[in-house]
């Protein structure tokens, strides 16, 4: 007596392959939705050859520099409004120096120990001339760090009469070279050809889009419009937290109040005043 | 005589409702500024001075690590004209509040770090890049944020904004100039000696600003402790490394920083995450003040070994 196998297939094995199909395709599906309306962790704007990421392209010293660079950038035309207001007519107005930055203990052109820390780099103003062969960009180059496998920085300001789009557009490159000779110009493309590389935050803004989706600043920009301080939002709505139409939201404001109190009371107490 | 007293008594009672009508204007006028952190209660303040109120969000003493949302705080956010969000992973609650209150596109956000440059939290073992929210424990970064939340509400009270950006630059320069205390502090000081690890990744940005390396963070992720087989792998990485600095929170203290400290030796020193107690517009500065102050402690002792 021999045994014999045989396979035995359930009624609706063509039925369950068919459902496993379209169950692995569903997920599959559901997953790629999901990637594909998330994105990556750090997706942002599309970071092209010519650039390289400050949060996942630059690292240690070099990215602090940017870092100080990128909020430099803010404090400039402040300075430069600063040096220029008492200009008699006629003299010529001009960016601030090396010199300066040290009177603002601004980074990373102030020489302290963060400053050795992260390379000592040399920095270098270009001024242009208003004409001529040598008008341009502003441009201050940081070059020639002291730590191993260090690059050099180049924050450009373009004017508007020199052919750039946005009157005081600030860049800020960066290239893997330790030592760099002031470019003859701040244009994109002749920096590019050098090896110059445009270096692209990780901001705040971008986080914020990929958290709370792309419309998310903008939505809370907008709520800005809805609010003149001396009238009354586009909506006709009140802008005021603390309308006093009516006796319930006058009881509702005295609570509010009284807990803003409560809270800030405390801390005065605490303050021992 | 008669209808001069009655035109008399007109125009004061005219004049009394005039000047209600003006004050009740002028209080309109005054925005009301929510916060979420302690810092920016202290950027706030400086940067409107008496022309605005602020109001934190929550409670001065509750922590914002893992914060559960309190009805008080949705009365507090209806008091707000705009609030100032880290909105980068470092007050989610203050999102489930604008939910629970209603409030979700309904009141004025300012994102603090919109003008950031951010980093990923240092000493990772993945070697994956996590943004790092601190944006607030720093000079630089902070410096960034009180411009932001100045140029957004000048744009909000466009009355007040050279005044807000003029106190913005000035705050800036007093925030900087702890970076030259910082300075004198260490000055001679042989920093090559220096390794530190922290605790958790709340001082990446300062640490950055100032030159100096972490190489170890415990927690694997923000306010997560590590499983033990992490805490041996972190160890033996602090020992590699030769870390001799532990840097471990003034606020939320952990029984972890003993144990790393009696296995491998290393000094611990505390820093404030500047997230805890009254709420003040010297806050910020007094305690990053003492934060570097701690820092250079710890450099000057551990360059004499």
Known sequence: ???????????????????????????????????????????????????????????????????????VKDEIPFIYDDINRF?????????????????????????????EQQGSLTWTLFEPLPEGEMQGSTMYLGTDGKLSGQGSFLLVI???????????????????????????????????LQGWREVVPYSGAAEVKRLFGADAVERAKAQFNGFPPDGTPADGSSTDATPVDDAATKAKNADVEQLILDALGGQDKEKGK | MRSFTRMLLRTVVIGVFALGALA???????????ITLHPYYSFVANIVGDRAKVIPLID??????????????MIRMQAMDVMVVNGIGHDTWAFEILDAAGMRNKLKLIYANDGVSLIPVAGDPSGEKVVNPHTFISTTAA??????????????????????????????????????????????????????????????????ELGLQVSAVIEPRHGVEPTARQLA????????????????EK???????????????????????????????????????????????????????
């Open chain 1, 1 to 71: 007596m021999s045994a014999m196998a045989q396979e035995v297939r359930p009624a609706g094995s063509r039925l369950e392959w068919l459902g496993m199909i379209a169950a692995t395709i569903a997920v599959i599906g559901a997953l790629g939705f999901y990637v594909y309306e998330r994105g990556d962790e750090h997706s942002t704007e599309p970071i092209y050859d010519w650039q390289v990421s400050a949060f996942a392209g630059l690292t240690g010293p070099d990215q602090a520099i940017y870092n100080s660079l990128y909020t």
């Open chain 2, 233 to 248: 792998e972190t160890i033996d990485r602090i020992k590699a490394a030769n870390v001799n600095v532990l840097f471990a």
């Open chain 2, 24 to 34: 009740g204007s002028a209080q309109a006028k005054t925005l009301k500024v929510g």
């Open chain 2, 143 to 208: 410096i960034q944020q009180v411009y932001t939340i100045a140029r957004a509400l000048g744009e909000l009270d466009p009355e007040n904004a050279t005044f807000f950006r003029d106190n913005a630059r000035r705050y800036a320069l007093e925030i900087r100039k702890l970076r030259g205390e910082f300075d004198s502090k260490i000055a001679g000081a042989d920093l090559s000696k220096f390794r530190c690890a922290s605790m958790h990744s709340g001082y990446d940005y300062i640490m950055q």
């Open chain 2, 60 to 73: 001065s003493d509750a922590n914002p690590h893992g914060y559960a949302p309190q009805p008080a705080d």
């Open chain 1, 87 to 115: 200009n008699e007519p006629g003299q010529k107005f001009h960016w601030p120096n090396l010199n300066d930055f040290q009177d603002w203990l601004l980074p990373p052109f102030y020489k302290d120990t963060s400053w």
């Open chain 1, 158 to 192: 373009g004017h508007v009469h020199a052919g750039f789009q946005n009157t005081n557009a600030m860049v800020i490159w960066w290239i893997s070279k330790n030592h760099m000779e002031m470019p003859k110009s701040g244009f994109r493309d002749g920096l590019i």
């Open chain 2, 251 to 305: 606020y939320f203290a952990s029984k972890l920083s003993d144990t790393i400290r009696d296995a491998t030796g290393v000094r611990m020193y505390s820093i404030s995450h500047i997230s805890s107690g009254p709420y003040t517009k010297e806050k910020f500065i007094e305690e990053m003040r003492e934060n570097l102050t701690t820092i250079a402690t710890a450099i000057r002792e551990s360059a004499k070994g």
